[in-house]
Structures are given as C-alpha cells and as structure tokens.
C-alpha cells in the first residue's frame, strides 16, 4: 500500500485514464488517496473522452447551461454509459425544401446536411441535390438550398458515403427498373455548391444495384454489400473501392471470405470505428426479414466477415429486432443507433434501439423516446453530426390516410427530425 501512496497524483491519474472501468472502480477503494482521486471530475472528463470521443465532450459542454468547470462528469459518464433515452424535435420548416421521398441518400458533409436523389410518388426517381447547414443542439436548421450540380441520373435505392473531404455515390435504381452500378464522386466548391462528376474505375465494377448498403472504412475506402440485382435478385457479394490520392480514379475489389452474410437487401453497413464495420437486419431470398449481426473486420490486410451472436430470448423486446429499410447511425462511443425499419409485414416502427459491439460489450438495449413523436417509417435516410450526439432523419414511407384511391395507405414523408441521446 505504501507504494500506491508514494506514487504521484499525476502519475496515478496517468495510469487510471488507461484502465478498463472496472479496475478504475476496484483500485477506487484501496485507500483514501484513490478514493479522493477517482472521484475527480478531471479523472471523468478524461474517461468521457476515452471512451466517447473528444467531439462528444466539446458537445456536452457546448450544449450544457453550466460551466464546464461545475459539470457532473462523473454523472455524464454514467448516463452515457447506460444510456436509455432519446429525445426528438421536429425541424420541419414551412418554406421550401426537398419533397417527400424514400430510399435517398442523407450525409452530414462539411458541417452541413447533403441529400441527393430518392424515390417518390408514383414510383418516379429524383435526381435533385440538397443542402443545409445546422446549429449545434436543437437549433434550427437554416435553410434547405437545392444545389445545380450536374450529378448523377435519377434514382433510388443508391448509396453514399463520406471519404475526407468528398462524397461518394454508387449504384441505385431507376424508375424504369434499371440497376445502376456507376460510381460518383463530389467536392464542395463554396460553402453551398458542390459539384458531381463521374469516377473512372476501369473495367471492374461490382454488378448493377439497388437498395444495398455501404459505408467508409477508415476514412479511405467505400464498402459495398449486398442489394437487389438484375431480374431482381437479392445478392450476396462484399466490395471495397480504393480511392487514388489525387481522387481522379478508384479501383474495386470483390472480398471474398467464408463464412458471409446470406443474400440481402435493405440492411444497413456501419462502420464503428477503426477498421470494423457491423452489419444488420435487411430482406433475404425468400422474402424473410432477417435480424443478425455481422461485422466486417479489415485489419491488417485481412477482409473478412464475422457473426456477433445474441440470446434475443434475453433481450426485452429481442424478438421485434427483424427489420427491414431501417437507419443505423454510428453514434458516440462507437455504439450504433438503429431507428425505424418494416417487419415481414411491411408494418413500419418507430423504435430506436442501441447497438454495442465493441470489444468489451456485446449489447441491445431499446430506449425510450421523448418530446416530439416521429411516424413510423422505413426507408428513411439518418446521419449524425460531428459530435455523434446529434442524428439527423428526413424523409422514408410512412403510414398515410386510406383513400380508396390508395388501396396500400402509404405515402412518402417530408419531415425532419433531430434525435438527441439525452445525457
């Protein structure tokens, strides 16, 4: 015990910031002198920022009525860590702005919201580019602003990603059926233009499709997976675009691995963090409506796939995870935030739920929502900010006002919403 004591107090707290919660806890109770330090709000900061990422701490303190200095973090932490709410607020704005729609593609880009292309009534395509900037918290977004970019064909059921400082589009489906398998690149220009232009990658591309799922890895590389392909068949196959430096070409790539996800469409891809991307839900061959997890590992050179099994029977509402067109939105912390979706039914939801798989915890947990009540949806498009605090939903089908006009009862959805994890 002597030797604890002799330790410095910044020696101590060096070595405390690199411990699992647990022995933090434990090591708490050796001696006074551990008691009076793991209760510092210095120490809980710091772990905030470990374990939730220094966004989120510039998030909290930017949103908070106090001073940084008179925050609970140990408080914060614990919320964070056992997080069981959300809340939502309707930033739908009267004047203009894009139309209702499904199956879109929804970016948070250079602090601003981007949003290209979709489907709407009557099955037609859009082929529209939209932008909006935010505030931090609950402020109103400013104004929508539809951006003349030259972009890609109209479609939906494409995918879109972040990579540095540009976006990166692939694949959809027209309104006359045809799959695409083109591959779009956008740089930000000004502060409200952007502009498309369409990537040489050669002769190899994956096949034509649509409602797939994609995400970035590392910043660098676009995953692909799955979709809807020619005569309408639901595949199975993983692909990686490779980016050259200079963004003028990109260069796919077919993984192949065993053992993979089945044959898909609708599920979502979310990358959490460094070289690992989780996979859920989706629509299989036989028209099932699936609720596993995969994610897709590409450390050292090495891509493959791996299943994360969960008891469901264990998890209080397990057996309503299935879900088909739902958002999976990477929030603080690495954990995902999966929103809405259809069951085998076409019965929309309106749950969130939260997804853990990091190395430590293997966890679903549901959470309640508060404020403003969302419809329920599908084929809605989610993002978060920076902060991984803040996501943002716009658009998806929800449940309309039967009309004998309208033997389904569907209609395509115009609103936006921002979904705030309480702390």
């Given at each position: 015990m002597a030797s604890i004591t002799d330790i410095s107090h910044d020696h101590l707290f060096s070595i405390l910031v690199l411990l699992p919660l647990?022995?933090?806890?434990?090591?708490?109770?050796?001696?006074?002198?551990?008691?009076?330090?793991?209760?510092?709000?210095?120490?809980?900061?710091?772990?905030?920022?470990?374990?939730?990422?220094?966004?989120?701490?510039?998030?909290?303190?930017?949103?908070?009525?106090?001073?940084?200095?008179?925050?609970?973090?140990?408080?914060?932490?614990?919320?964070?860590?056992?997080?069981?709410?959300?809340?939502?607020?309707?930033?739908?704005?009267?004047?203009?702005?894009?139309?209702?729609?499904?199956?879109?593609?929804?970016?948070?880009?250079?602090?601003?919201?981007?949003?290209?292309?979709?489907?709407?009534?009557?099955?037609?395509?859009?082929?529209?580019?939209?932008?909006?900037?935010?505030?931090?918290?609950y402020k109103r977004i400013v104004n929508w602003q539809r951006?003349?970019?030259?972009?890609?064909?109209?479609?939906?059921?494409?995918?879109?990603?972040?990579?540095?400082?540009?976006?990166?589009?692939f694949g959809g489906i027209n309104d006359s059926g045809i799959r695409q398998n083109d591959t779009w690149i956008a740089q930000q220009d000004t502060a409200t233009t952007l502009s498309w232009r369409l990537l040489d990658v050669g002769t190899v591309a994956p096949p034509p499709r649509g409602a797939h799922a994609s995400c970035s890895i590392d910043n660098q590389r676009m995953l692909v997976h799955g979709g809807i392909g020619l005569s309408g068949t639901r595949l199975g196959d993983t692909w990686v675009l490779?980016?050259?430096?200079?963004?003028?070409?990109?260069?796919?790539?077919?993984?192949?691995?065993?053992?993979?996800?089945?044959?898909?469409?609708?599920?979502?891809?979310?990358?959490?963090?460094?070289?690992?991307?989780?996979?859920?839900?989706?629509?299989?061959?036989?028209?099932?409506?699936?609720?596993?997890?995969?994610?897709?590992?590409?450390?050292?050179?090495?891509?493959?796939?791996?299943?994360?099994?969960?008891?469901?029977?264990?998890?209080?509402?397990?057996?309503?995870?299935?879900?088909?067109?739902?958002?999976?939105?990477?929030?603080?912390?690495?954990?995902?935030?999966?929103?809405?979706?259809?069951?085998?039914?076409?019965?929309?939801?309106?749950?969130?739920?939260l997804l853990d798989v990091s190395q430590t915890r293997r966890m679903w947990r549901r959470l309640r929502c508060e404020g403003y009540q969302p419809r329920s949806r599908s084929f809605h498009q989610a993002c978060a900010d920076e902060s991984g605090r803040y996501l943002y939903v716009f658009g998806g089908m929800v449940d309309g006002i039967l009309q004998p006009a309208e033997p389904s009862g569907l209609r395509f959805d115009g609103e936006i919403f921002v979904v705030d994890l309480l702390l």
């Open positions: 647990e022995s933090i806890l434990s090591f708490s109770m050796t001696c006074k002198k551990t008691i009076s330090l793991t209760r510092s709000h210095t120490l809980w900061k710091s772990l905030c920022a470990r374990d939730w990422g220094q966004s989120t701490v510039d998030a909290i303190i930017a949103s908070s009525s106090s001073s940084p200095l008179s925050l609970d973090w140990n408080g914060v932490y614990r919320r964070f860590r056992n997080l069981d709410r959300v809340s939502c607020f309707n930033l739908t704005d009267t004047e203009a702005g894009p139309s209702p729609r499904a199956s879109h593609s929804l970016n948070f880009f250079s602090g601003c919201l981007v949003l290209f292309g979709g489907g709407c009534e009557g099955g037609r395509h859009l082929d529209d580019t939209w932008i909006a900037h935010t505030g931090n918290g951006v003349i970019s030259g972009g890609p064909s109209g479609r939906f059921g494409h995918s879109c990603v972040v990579i540095g400082n540009c976006l990166v589009l490779y980016l050259s430096e200079n963004l003028c070409f990109g260069t796919w790539h077919q993984s192949v691995s065993h053992p993979v996800p089945s044959p898909r469409s609708g599920h979502t891809l979310t990358c959490i963090g460094g070289s690992r991307t989780v996979l859920f839900g989706g629509r299989g061959m036989g028209y099932e409506v699936l609720n596993d997890v995969w994610y897709f590992d590409s450390s050292q050179g090495h891509l493959r796939w791996v299943q994360v099994l969960f008891e469901l029977t264990n998890i209080a509402g397990g057996p309503s995870l299935a879900r088909v067109g739902h958002s999976a939105t990477l929030t603080s912390g690495g954990r995902v935030l999966v929103y809405g979706g259809e069951d085998s039914y076409r019965h929309r939801k309106d749950d969130f739920w």
